[in-house]
């Protein structure tokens, strides 16, 4: 479960991440900052100025809090963890058997202004290592950056709902049915 907020300095995301009782946490504990966070259950944040923007800013964080932060440009290759190092909050805690993270990003760090009327691209991205699961936001294909799948934030633009236009479905039955929704997204 995701939420994001900002201000005139951050953007602002919070995430609780859903476990079944039992479920096995794969942590490591005093992990380096940059280091292979990625190799245990984390969250990882992938921001973009635009989806035509080969360069990238990527968030990793841990259940315990530690962090790997890169600059990353997916055309040319590579990225840059050991020298970008900003400064961001970053807090996890526990509900019941849930994770949570919060993170609050300045947008200086960013580099994006949060103006009315432009947007950025963003994926998040869940590692989920014991169980060899990996989701994504923008449900990827083949990396949590492909850019022509990313997420488009809109700053102070009108949000409009869908409306059901028609439902359609053939005889129901006791059980499982089939329905045709009709979606009209503005």
């Given at each position: 479960?995701?939420?994001?907020?900002?201000?005139?300095?951050?953007?602002?995301?919070?995430?609780?991440?859903?476990e079944?009782?039992?479920?096995?946490?794969?942590?490591?504990?005093n992990?380096?900052?940059?280091?292979?966070?990625?190799?245990?259950?984390?969250?990882?944040?992938?921001?973009?100025?635009?989806?035509?923007?080969?360069?990238?800013?990527?968030?990793?964080?841990d259940?315990?809090?530690?962090?790997y932060?890169?600059?990353?440009?997916?055309?040319?290759?590579?990225?840059?963890?050991?020298?970008?190092?900003p400064?961001?909050?970053?807090?996890?805690?526990?509900k019941?058997?849930?994770?949570?993270?919060?993170?609050?990003?300045?947008w200086?760090?960013?580099?994006?202004?949060?103006?009315?009327?432009?947007?950025?691209?963003?994926?998040?991205?869940?590692?989920?290592?014991?169980e060899?699961?990996y989701?994504?936001?923008a449900?990827?294909?083949?990396?949590?950056?492909?850019?022509?799948?990313?997420v488009?934030?809109?700053?102070?633009r009108k949000?409009?709902r869908?409306?059901?236009?028609?439902?359609?479905?053939?005889?129901?039955v006791?059980?499982?049915?089939?329905?045709?929704?009709?979606?009209?997204?503005?």
């Open positions: 479960i995701v939420y994001m907020a900002y201000d005139k300095e951050n953007l602002y995301i919070a995430a609780e991440c859903l079944k009782p039992g479920n096995i946490i794969t942590r490591q504990a992990l380096p900052r940059d280091s292979k966070i990625y190799s245990v259950d984390s969250l990882e944040l992938l921001i973009f100025r635009d989806r035509a923007d080969a360069d990238c800013r990527q968030f990793i964080t259940i315990d809090g530690h962090r932060d890169a600059l990353r440009n997916d055309v040319k290759g590579g990225s840059d963890a050991a020298g970008w190092n400064d961001y909050v970053v807090q996890t805690g526990k019941g058997d849930n994770w949570l993270l919060f993170w609050a990003l300045p200086k760090i960013l580099n994006i202004t949060p103006e009315s009327g432009k947007e950025f691209a963003f994926n998040m991205a869940r590692n989920k290592i014991a060899k699961n989701s994504s936001l449900g990827n294909r083949n990396s949590f950056a492909e850019r022509d799948r990313l488009k934030i809109y700053f102070d949000t409009y869908p409306t059901i236009d028609s439902v359609a479905s053939g005889t129901l006791e059980g499982s049915n089939m329905l045709a929704v009709t979606l009209n997204n503005p």
